[in-house]
Each structure stands twice: as C-alpha cells, then as structure tokens.
C-alpha cells in the first residue's frame, strides 16, 4: 500500500489542520519530528513514584464522583501493592464518569503531586486495560500540534506513514560511512518510536546519532537548495568586463591615501568575477569604515573602461549625495563624470542626468531608489552596486538587476556593512560569494566608549562645550521612537531647541528625515565643512555618514537602540586621526537585555564580535530579519549549537551537486517538495 493512498484528500478537515503545521505530503509527515518523549513502556508502583515527575501507573479504580460547589471529577484508585492515589479531572466529558466505573482497571500516565488527598495526579492521560495488555514496546513521542489535532491521530498517521512510505536513504552509502552516520529508515524509527532502552535524554537534547543525521541533513538541503538558487542565476549572460587597468589604474594614482592589503585582495576578487561571462553575485562585508566605497568605485571603473555602465544605489539621500561627491571627487582626475540620482533634484537637473544616461554619454551613477525607476534607462548597463544592502528589499534589488543591459543580466555587488557571524554567513548567505574586508585602514584610534545614566546629561553638555570650543565636532543622535514618527520628529526639535539655549556660544545643526532634500544637504554640508559644531540627528545618519573631523557622539536613550544600530551609529566618529568619543547615554532602571546589550557595545568596538554577541542574544532568527522571507527556516539545527555540521554540509552540498544529482533531486523533493518555488527570487 503507499503512503498516498492514505493521504487525507485535499480540503477534507484532517489535510486542513496538518497544513496548519506546514504537512502537506506524507515525506512531511515523516519529517515532523517529536519535541519529547514519554515512556509509557513501564509501569512504577505508586508507591515509588516521585513528586514532580511523570509516571505511568496501573491500578483500580476504588470510587469515582463529581465533587461541588467547584466541579471535578475525582477518581480514587489502588494498584496491585496496594498503594492509593487520586486522579482529578478539572474538565471532563460525562463519559469519562462512566468508564472510572469502580473496579475498571486502567493506566494513569502523569505528573504525579503530593495533594490534598494523597499523591495525587491532574488530568492524566488514561487508557482502560486489561490485567494482560501488553505495554508499549517504544517510547511514546510527543509532537508539536495544532487545536483539533490530537497525539493519537497524529501518532496513528505516523505509524501509517512509516510503514508505508519508502524510506530508502538518497545518501550514498561510501557518504554516509564517511560522515559516520545513521541510515535514514533507522534515523527514522529512532525518532519515532524509539526502543524502551533508547536513552531519551539524548534524544530530547537532539544529540542522539539520529538527530545528527536530521539536522546535519537539514543543513546539507539547505546548502543544495540556495547553492542551486546560486547556479541558477550564474546561468543567465552577463557582459565580459575583463580589467583593462586604464581608469582602475589612473584611480589608484591618484588615490590619497595606499589601499589596506584587504581591500586589494577584495578589489582582485571583484576584478575575477566581473571578467567572467555571467553575472556575478558577491556580497562585500566589511565593518563600519573598512572602506567599501572605494573598493566599489573600482568596480564601476573596470566597467567604465570597457565602456560600459555601472550604478551604485545607496539607502538614503544623505547617503548617495555623499557617494556623489566622494566619487566625483575620486574620478575628476580621470576626466570621467558621474550622474547623480536622487529624489530631491530639481527637475531640470534630473532631465539632463536621465538623458547624459540614456544616451549612454555618461556611464556611471549614483542615487537611492531613484534609479530603479521606470524612466531611468541604462543601455548600457553592466554593473550594478547596492550600499547597505539589508536597507532595501528583495523587489528593489531584483528591479536594478532587470535594467541590465538587453540580452544579459548586471554583475550585482551588495556591500553590507552589518557583518554577521561567519557561521551564519555560510548558511544564509550560501547563495552568494562572499569576501570580507576584515582590516580598516591605519591611523584610525579606537573609540573610547562611555555609559552614562540620564542624569548626567548636563554634564555631558559641559564636556561637549569644552571639546566643542577646542575645534572638535560633534553628533547628538536623538532618542528613538518606534512607535511614533511625529513624536520622533518633536524630540528631536525640542532637543535641537534645548540644546542651542544651552550651548549659546555654539552653533548647532538640525537633521531628520523630515526635512527637504535640499535641507538635508544643507545641514550636512555645512557640517562637514565644520560651520555647525553639532549635529543634532536622528537615526537618519546611521548609515554611511561619514565626516572625519567629527570626533565625538552622544546617544539619547541608547538602551532603546539595537545592537547593530549602536554600533553603525557609533562608528560616525572615529573616522579621523583625533581621538573619538561616544557617550550612550541611558535612562535607569534597565531591563536585562537592555543591561546587557550596553554592556556588549561597551565592551567590543569589533562589528563581528558585536554580532556575534547580538546572535547570542537574539538568536538567529530574529537576527537575520527580513533578508530571508523567502528562505526555509531551520527547525532541527541549531545555528549555535550545531556549527560543527555546518562546514561538512557545505563541502557534501558541492560533492552531490557534481556527482550525485539523483541524490540532490530526492532530497530536495523529501525537504522542501513544494516549498522549494519559494526561493528562486
Ligand atoms: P564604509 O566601509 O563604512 O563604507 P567608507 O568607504 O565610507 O567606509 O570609508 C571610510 C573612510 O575611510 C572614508 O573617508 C574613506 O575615504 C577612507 N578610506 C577608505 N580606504 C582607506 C584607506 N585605505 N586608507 C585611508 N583611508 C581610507
Ligand atoms: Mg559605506
């Protein structure tokens, strides 16, 4: 008989709750794994059984009655030592009276208490025996359910399924020696009816042989799945950019400052895969001021001097009229000139911008989201460079990547400056080629970081004064209020009002994401020039900002600010040779996670060994955010706990794809079957 016999028709009621838990075809079912177990293969004397701790018993029933004025059913019973115990039921069908008929033998499985009456257990599960029914050869499993969908029905579908589905293992035997581990029918039958002698503390703490084999399996389809998303898209065309080193070249000369050895070594790898006839998908991590911009600017010139087209997007205004001008400033030697798009610019300027494009006269651009837009037109377009990546969704990128020029797709570089865990990056970045700038450039000086309580803010503002009058510049980031953005909006107002009436002999910005565009560049401006001394902003400066003379940061209420917030925040300052400061200035008393995310960004100035530790707080989940909507989750391996199965998944992943492709298919279809459409945006 197979299994899909047997598979409740579509639409009935029990196909409708299994859907609820994501089962919609037997392998599912099959993959639906216990959360614990319970040994109902032995009996304990009530006598020896233990307050607090689960036992099955068998006895008599004595008497059953409804008690009042708080109704329950009380059940009084006595096993075969002659040892008493009550069973209450709080909820109960009339049934359940009639069959504790006195004399009915049954087993009581159950947390077992020292009550009132005696020991005592609380709604215990009950099953009606006979002196000869035989016990349970496995242990029971306890699955994760939905209302409606009770451990019976669920276990009876299991057992159906395990007898009927074919278990034959896809991985190939040689493999499975090698990586020492269980056959999948065994892996199987381990978990779901697990022997009377399995040790179930190994298999609720997943660490028995079996649940290596689940979670290291679970890791590997991951790993095909995203690595087959990855060859997917390597098929399309992209257009050849093999380094003429005319423009790159001329760049470096006239760079003022040397490359770090990092920043060559990413600028080589980029330079590889933009010569390469298919379109190139690498992720440029590096940490806050390890110098991404340039290494991008070298990419877009490698297709610049093969005449053809490269953008760079970034996430805010603020942000891409910065690119601008850097890059203008970078690529003005060169005789080369540089679009800028934005939403702010008149529209005059624009006009111009858009047809310097279209017509191909200018070949390279920066901008936000402008770009996307329908009436930018890029003919020629080879590259494309998405800043901050995390910032824009998946539809954003995949609009850049359709203005490709006709017939190809655009090498696309996303540059993040969120770096995550390497751990982490392997499983969810397994769909992109990543390289690291894990080096910042020299003469840079730690910052020095500070807690202080809110109470202090005055004589904070007497220090900034001081640092102020002694040439420095400062940012004071304003509080952040999720919940409102008019009540952010106000803060920031009466903060920046506070704060002029008390530093009267300095002049102090405004910046928020309210402003107009031209606002906004103005009170940029006239702070990089250094005619303001501070900046008070909202988060709108997290990324990308980069000022070098200001030396010194203030955040408000940091403890309602993420990790990764701070630590981009905070990395606005340090970007000079003068000594940096940064106060995080918080409002007592603190929750404990509130306690212990200052402490970490107090602790590590390091943007991995912040995430790391955000991780840990976290847990990957949350951490990973929106980036992976379309990504199937992890629900076996522990990204923390099972890093060690981890790299052998992904050296396996590449040994099937090459040579085991019938293995590749069977797994695939046994995990995601009809989840994996899912990921080939
Ligand atoms: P991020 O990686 O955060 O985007 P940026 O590209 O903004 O960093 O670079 C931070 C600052 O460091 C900029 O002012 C940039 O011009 C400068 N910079 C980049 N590379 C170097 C280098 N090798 N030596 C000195 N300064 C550098
Ligand atoms: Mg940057």
Redesign the pocket.
């Known amino acids: 008989m197979s299994a899909a016999a047997r598979w409740p028709s579509e639409g009935s009621r029990l196909a409708t709750l299994l859907g609820k838990l994501d089962i919609r075809q037997p392998e599912d079912l099959l993959l639906h794994l216990p959360l614990r177990y319970e040994d109902e293969t032995r009996l304990i004397p009530i006598g020896q059984t233990q307050p607090g701790v689960c036992a099955q018993i068998e006895a008599e029933v004595l008497s059953c009655e409804v008690t009042r004025p708080r109704r329950q059913l009380l059940a009084r019973l006595r096993d075969d030592a002659g040892s008493e115990i009550v069973a209450r039921w709080l909820n109960f069908y009339p049934s359940l009276q009639k069959q504790l008929a006195a004399g009915q033998r049954v087993r009581l499985f159950g947390e077992v208490r020292g009550g009132f009456f005696g020991v005592e257990m609380v709604h215990p599960r009950l099953r009606l025996v006979d002196k000869d029914t035989p016990l349970p050869q496995a242990l029971t499993p306890v699955y994760p359910t939905t209302a409606g969908l009770g451990q019976p029905s669920l276990r009876r579908l299991l057992d159906a399924a395990l007898d009927a589905a074919s278990l034959d293992d896809p991985m190939p035997a040689t493999i499975r020696q090698r990586l020492a581990l269980p056959e999948f029918a065994e892996t199987l039958h381990a978990l779901h009816r697990p022997p009377p002698d399995a040790d179930a503390r190994l298999l609720e703490e997943r660490e028995h042989p079996a649940w290596w084999r689940i979670k290291f399996e679970e890791l590997l389809v991951q790993q095909l799945s995203l690595r087959r998303a990855y060859n997917a898209r390597r098929a399309y065309n992209a257009i050849c950019l093999p380094p003429q080193r005319t423009l790159t070249r001329a760049l470096l000369e006239h760079l003022p ?4 050895s990092a ?1 060559q070594r990413v600028i080589r790898e980029i330079a590889a895969d933009l010569a390469a006839p298919h379109p190139t998908q690498r992720l440029l991590q ?9 290494v991008a600017a070298f990419a877009m010139l490698q297709a610049a001097e093969n005449g053809c087209q490269a953008v760079l997007m970034a996430p805010t205004e603020i942000l891409s009229e910065q690119h601008y001008r ?1 890059l203008a400033a970078w690529l003005a030697p060169l005789g080369i000139g540089i679009a800028w798009l934005s939403g702010g610019r008149r529209k005059r300027e624009r006009e111009a911008e858009l047809e310097r494009l279209r017509s191909g006269e200018c070949l390279l651009a920066v901008g936000t989201h402008a770009l996307i837009e329908t009436t930018v037109e890029l003919p020629r377009l080879a590259l494309a460079v998405v800043d901050e990546q995390h910032r824009f969704g998946v539809r954003q990128r995949l609009a850049l990547r359709d203005k490709g020029a006709t017939g190809s797709r655009p090498h696309m570089l996303m540059m993040s ?1 969120t770096p995550i865990p390497r751990t982490l990056a392997m499983t969810h970045y397994a769909d992109l080629d990543v390289s690291t ?1 894990d080096e910042l ?3 840079r000086s730690p910052i020095l970081t500070r807690l202080a309580s809110a109470a202090r803010r005055e004589e904070i503002i007497a220090r900034l004064k001081t640092a102020c009058q002694n040439g420095q510049q400062a940012y004071w980031v304003c509080p952040l209020i999720e919940e409102s953005e008019a009540l952010q909006l106000k803060t920031a107002l009466e903060t920046w009002e506070a704060l002029k009436e008390a530093l009267p002999e300095l002049r102090v910005g405004l910046i928020h994401g309210r402003l107009k565009a031209e606002e906004k560049t103005a009170a940029m401006a006239a702070f990089s020039a250094g005619e303001t001394n501070v900046l008070v902003a909202t988060t709108v400066i997290e990324v ?1 900002v ?1 000022v ?1 003379r200001a030396s010194l940061m203030v955040i408000e209420h940091a403890e309602r600010f993420g990790l990764a917030q701070l630590h981009q925040l905070r ?1 606005r300052v340090g ?1 000079g040779a003068a000594q940096s400061s940064c106060v995080l200035l918080y409002e007592p008393p603190l929750s404990a996670t509130a306690r212990a995310r200052l402490r970490v960004i107090f602790e590590h100035s390091d943007g991995f060994a912040i995430a790391r530790e955000d991780l840990h707080i976290r847990g990957p989940g949350e951490f990973i955010g929106a980036r992976q909507s379309g990504l199937p989750m992890l629900r076996y391996a522990d990204l923390e706990r099972d890093t060690e199965l981890i790299e052998p998944a992904r050296e396996l992943a590449g040994e099937l794809l090459a040579h085991h492709p019938e293995a590749v298919a069977k797994l695939l279809a046994r995990w995601l079957g009809h989840r994996e459409g899912l990921l080939n945006a």
């Open positions: 400052f040397a490359l770090t920043q590096g940490d806050v001021g390890s110098g991404k911009t340039i850097k400056a700038l450039p020299p003469g990308g980069d070098p990395g970007r």
